[in-house]
């Protein structure tokens, strides 16, 4: 097969990029800037070997400890606990936290096999045990999976003296009460706020 | 700048790829399989080192001779004048032309200071004096320059008896072809209009 085409075929197979835009991106690869190109190259090669996961919360990293765990600045008696690295920039993204993280590498899903001792849910006792955390958030997907994980997590921990937080579900900003799903509308409507 | 980081800036970089979309396709890369990562950067590195214009059309090709010109299957008494290399996937694709093809590599536009001298014009006069072509198909897109390009060649071959043809207007004024759907590429080369 022509390398254009491999190209086309391989990039359509990346999430949310279909035939057509598969092409686009490969005939501007090929008109773009060379020194553009080979970067793009590089760090699409280099991007397994040169990051792991941070030794101590499992965020994304270069070196053993990540840019949070390592900033002196950071909250260390806060965990915000997410089911992947990603989840860590979405809420870095709000500006609104500045304690710790730490990550479970999925959540509990007996269907795909993945029980309690395939997380880091060992780990992040170690962290609560061994450190003075006054604090976690559960910032699990507001899924069956999520939610099973919360809920296990929060009967592990809820003997110890730490306050157990976890995002509040309701109605996204922006959205529109007509189109939310019931399921929303039935937890904004549990968690609803006094303003008066 | 961490090597993610400079990934997903970079990828945001690419025609239709956002911020958010960019970050998708990292995180995407991170878990992917190594293989399959490792192919896409190989290519994305050795596309514009393996692929050069055909020294015939101007097509891409990774030979002296592109796939369509060195078909014998093909009828070589017609030629497509398209204004770039990827326009030709577009007609190909909806499998209503056996002729060959011709790339102008732009279209005429002063305003960019691209005139007819800086097209393949020259290389197309001399295909139709040395070969015995019968119709020249003009398909360059249906805009300004398209429309301009189309007029000086019909001007300067409309002497020599050879039929010219050009896509007929059911291509979208203002339109590109590239993102043309296929049906109405389809209509617009059959309905094909005589020019002289």
Redesign the interface.
Known sequence: M???H??IK??S?????GQ??A????????KAD?I?????????????Q??KNCNICGN?T?TDHC?ICSDPARNTKLICIVE???DI?VIESIHEYNGLYHVLMGAISPIDGIGPENLTISTLISRIDNNKIEEIIIATNPTIEGDTTSAYITNIVKQKSILITKLALGLPVGGDLEYTDKLTVAKAFKGRNRLS
Chains 1, 2 share one sequence.
């Open positions: 022509l390398i254009l491999r190209l391989n990039l197979k990346l999430p949310g990029i057509k835009s092409a686009r991106l490969a005939y501007f690869l090929l060379p553009f190109v080979d970067a793009l190259s590089k760090d699409i090669r280099e991007l397994k040169k990051i994304y270069e840019l992947e690295p990603k920039q």
